[in-house]
């Protein structure tokens, strides 16, 4: 999108097509290497949007409308884009749950559109809905612009353009074949904007910006870590979007032209992969938003990110002049020789920031005296501490009336999740946010098999549900499941930020672990709350939230409230010439406005149409 069309906030259209093609494992941005242009040893089945990897930026101001048609040029699979975070007010059937708020995109020839208006300003992303498709490549950025940022006077510009990891795998799907998915996928490699980070990266900082052939044949090559170039003595605002999938999962060394994802030496080489611990050398990072909320500005060594997260950094170009790694470093449960970072084995991912000498630096508008006032803190982790998130405008969590049914006139939902498993759950809900209360461990875990490293939970919090484990094996069945959050009157006052949550549409439950959250917020639709790590979605750990129903907006012409080719409008549309139904089905439509009523009238005139036409057939 133009800076033009950024800067008058137009309504813009907008055409997405997604394609199936061969990528470079390596360095699947590199749109000179598909199908068969593709070093042999590299080639890797991917899915993208408009040929591009990670996808198309939407690039929008705050109360900008799009409207996005995705065309689906895939052979077999449907598609369904989900715009992670984005509250969708008055506009539900945008969301881009599969099935849920909207029907997929058939493929080979489907489409479907998505006209919504982003309401909230921040760092998003968009992504696909369905199967492991968010793993195979179909996911991009989101950035909405605030022209009144709250936080402008903290940065002079913008970081060149937001930064996306993702782990990448040579097969995604390999777990879901294994026997009732015993199995988890190994992470071969990490990506930050479509190019191999891991790669190289104990390695020196690259000469250029650039995948520069091997000595070894022409289907060798060497891959180093993307690099940026800012300008010396700003202050930058960077954009940090993880893209993570299929985390919990095994993560081991990997290697591509002889260099490796980097390990310390020694150490295991497969471990639970949960987050990237983020850090810039030798700066600080200033944290002003998580997930699309402002914050109160706080100065870290590093931060940690889950799957789903979106954070919003500044740091500042002042240090002599080079080259710079902002660093992913592995976020794992411990085994006997990895204990909780920041000091245990360490899987790496890098790009580099670059920047040249004082001499020519440019004057900076920032207040280098506020900014070295902030709090500090050395490590940010939404899982871990979530005090050190305070909102920007804090205001208490509203009261809940501890009852599960959404219905007109609910008010506040309270929810504890008790993750009993040794997996952590990166929660995520559609629709907007919701006060982030707590998070806590109550037993600590290890790595899963791992019984030595493993606490017991007390009696009073213990909760079981394998009778049959238990009684094989009572010791390690124990050790394995988490316990509940108490619930008490002091837990509650000593554990929960009632008085100043932050806001999120995603909350981290520690393995073994629990957390709280309210929503108070509501608006109508079916808002679907779901593990946001892949295989956990398929496997069911999802709910939906109906909420508002006697609310609901009316449906536009171009929703089909049923999916597939034999739907009530499809099947019409194709009788009317033959039947001379025209003016049946221009006057069903004409009802659209009035949303449920037009599918009932859809299917009373297509069970007409059907009568008609079975009578024509037996004269």
Known sequence: MSASA?????????????????????????????????????????????DTMPGPKLDVVVGQ??????????????????????????????????????????????????????????????????GMQMDQGLVGPIV????????????????????????WYWDPVGMLKAPHYHNFNTLEAALVNGRCASCLADASAPPSNTTTPGATGPNSYTYYPPVYSVQAGLCYRLRLINANGDFPGRMQAACCSGFCLWRAPGRASATRLQGWQVALMGHNLTLIAMDARNLQPVQAGSLVTYGGNRADLVFCADQAAGDYALSFGSVQQRTPDCPWYPNGCRYQARVIIRYGGRDNATKSAVNRTQLAGLPYVEVLDPMRRTSDFVPLAPQPAPQPTRSMRVKLGFLVLEVIFDNLSDNPHNMHMHGGGFYVLGTGVVAESGWLGDIANQTLCPPELAEHAD???????????????????????????????????????????????????????????????????????????????????????????????????????????????FLNLSSSVQEDRSHDSHGGGAAEGSVLGMSVALVVALAALLG
């Open 144 to 167: 909405v612009r605030d022209p009144n940022d709250p936080h402008m006077h903290w940065y002079d510009a913008e970081f060149p353009e937001p930064l996306m990891i993702q782990e």
């Open 6 to 50: 950024i800067a008058a906030g137009a309504d813009a259209d907008m055409h997405r097509v997604v394609n199936e093609t061969i990528v470079n494992f390596y360095n699947p941005a590199n749109r000179t290497q598909r199908g068969g242009a593709v070093p042999k040893d590299a080639a890797r089945y991917a899915i993208l949007v408009n």
């Open 467 to 577: 009778p049959g484990w238990q009684a094989k094996d009572a010791v390690s069945y124990q050790r394995f499941w988490g316990c509940t959050f108490s619930n008490s009157s002091a837990d509650r006052a000593s554990k929960l930020a009632s008085a100043t949550p932050y806001v999120s549409d995603m909350v981290i439950v520690p393995p073994r672990g629990w957390a709280v959250m309210r929503i108070a917020n509501w608006h109508s639709g079916v808002w679907p709350l779901h593990c946001h790590t892949n295989h956990h979605g398929m496997r069911g750990m999802s709910m939906l939230l109906n909420v508002l129903p006697a609310q609901r907006p009316p449906l536009p012409t171009w929703v089909d409230p049923f999916c597939g080719p034999c739907s009530a409008h499809a099947s019409l549309g194709t009788l009317a010439p």
């Open 65 to 130: 409308q799009v409207n996005i048609t995705v065309l689906n040029r895939l052979s077999s699979d449907s598609v369904a884009i989900h715009w992670h975070g984005i509250r969708q007010t008055n506009t539900p059937w945008s969301d881009g749950a599969d099935y849920v708020s909207i029907c997929p995109a058939d493929a080979i020839i489907g489409s479907t559109s998505y006209v919504f208006t982003f309401d909230e300003p921040g760092t998003y992303f968009w992504h696909s809905h369905i």
